[in-house]
């Protein structure tokens, strides 16, 4: 085969697999940023000038205006499984591809929700700042108590594969009652072995005692939890973000943990990231991780592999090792 395709890779990534790239038939030209230097708009543009495939991660913005300014490109592959940062719509016109990263980071992600649902409800960030900082001089009967996970009532707004995934760890490791909400029901064979109820969302936020969120992010999903949300929250509940930031109103959730009306927040994503609202970091009783649902050392290495294979196969080349993970099949027909 000849080598007629150029590719960027947008960020540092493990080197041997765009190494593997690099080497792979049909590719002429591989170029990468192994410092992971954080390119502005213009650098990204005229670089990526002229390529055939974009490897990215959810830190780039592919939108109308990149995609006029790189006519030659065919095919956008994030290492991701969200896409709310690429206009898969404006792709779809032109023709363009795109491609992300689910189930490879299912189990991964509703683990992280675990973790930060039992680190909240059972205050293990401020029992560790409370030791760590000299403060544990005795025990008392009431030091740091917090809330049950086990047998409480598990909330999950959004019930793909992740929220499924939360749903099972729920259900079966801590016997908790499972409910839902979703724009579309699941399957009564699906939900049977969940042991999960779709209710309302009103009835969602007013029963859970953890609500855990799983949707992805969009206009419609804009502070899906805002205000008015948190305050038909269970007095005391744990939120749990590990979706979206943007899909909660920071400002109004630091309000509410300040207030005790909500008891506590596990949120690994947010609103402007890296940028936290200051008024979180000051909230005691929530505890924040840095995006790194999806981090486990197998499972990154699992994106990264398939966001590879994915845009080697959109551009019609590679050894069909996976089937792509297409977002718009329609653009190829285009
Ligand atoms: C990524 C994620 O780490 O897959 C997603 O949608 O949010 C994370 O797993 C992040 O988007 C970097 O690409």
Known sequence: MTTTKKLLVARAIFPDIVEALRLSAGVAEVADNPTDEVWSRDALLGRLDGCDGLFCTGSERIDAALLDACPALKAVSTMS???????????????????????????????????????????????????????????????LMGADVHGATLGILGMGRIGQAVARRGALGFGMR????????????????????????????????????VLPYSAATHHAIGAAELAQMKPGATLVNIARGGIVDDAALARSLAEGRIGAAGIDVFEGEPHVTPALLAAPNAVLTPHIGSASMKTRRAMAQLAADNLLAALGLGDGRHLPAIVNPQAARR
């Open 178 to 213: 499972v409910i839902y909400h979703n724009r579309s029901r699941l399957p009564a064979e699906q939900e049977a072995p969940l042991g999960a109820r779709w209710v309302e969302k009103a009835a969602l936020l007013a029963e859970a005692d953890h609500l855990v969120l």
């Open 81 to 143: 499984v969200g896409t709310n940062h690429i206009d898969v719509d404006a792709c779809s016109a032109r023709g363009v591809l795109v491609a992300n990263t689910p189930d490879v980071l299912t189990d991964t992600t509703a683990d992280l929700a675990f973790a930060l649902l039992l680190a909240c409800a059972r205050r293990v960030g401020e029992g560790e700042r409370y030791l760590r900082e000299g403060r544990w001089t005795k025990w008392h009967y009431d030091q």
